[in-house]
């Protein structure tokens, strides 16, 4: 449990500092309604906000641990396939966006590193 206490202080001092700096970095493309190049940064720390709540849940490294990523990676699987739909449909030749292949990499990027710990946490509820 002493190893669990201490992921979970370091995931909320990463998570505190790079959700500040994603912040920082993307306020003034957010106020020009341009695309954030630097939201990686932003998702990052909700992530690893995220991760530290799923400190103590993860890290017993238990059956329930174990049940708890098996299913949100299954989960995982149809929302970035979702994700990937939907930019295409969005994005596509017909779409009302465009989108360089950079930004639609950042998108998925940002999808898949939030999702994740996203789904455990609903299954730490769950299970």
């Known amino acids: 449990m002493k190893k669990a206490r201490e992921n979970q202080m370091i995931y909320l001092f990463v998570g505190v500092f790079s959700t500040g700096v994603g912040i920082y970095i993307n306020y003034d493309d957010i106020l020009h309604l341009r695309f954030p190049d ?49 930019l295409f449909l969005v994005t596509g030749s017909l779409g009302p966006l465009s989108l360089t292949a950079t930004q639609v990499l950042i998108v998925l990027f940002c999808v898949m590193i939030t999702s994740i710990p996203a789904t455990m946490i609903v299954y730490s509820k769950r299970i």
């Open 38 to 86: 630097g939201m990686m940064s932003l998702f990052l720390g909700i992530s690893s906000l995220m991760m530290a709540y799923l400190s103590p849940h993860l890290f017993p490294r238990d059956e329930r641990t174990s049940e708890i990523i098996g299913k949100s990676m299954s989960v995982n699987y149809f929302v970035l396939f979702g994700t990937i739909l939907i």
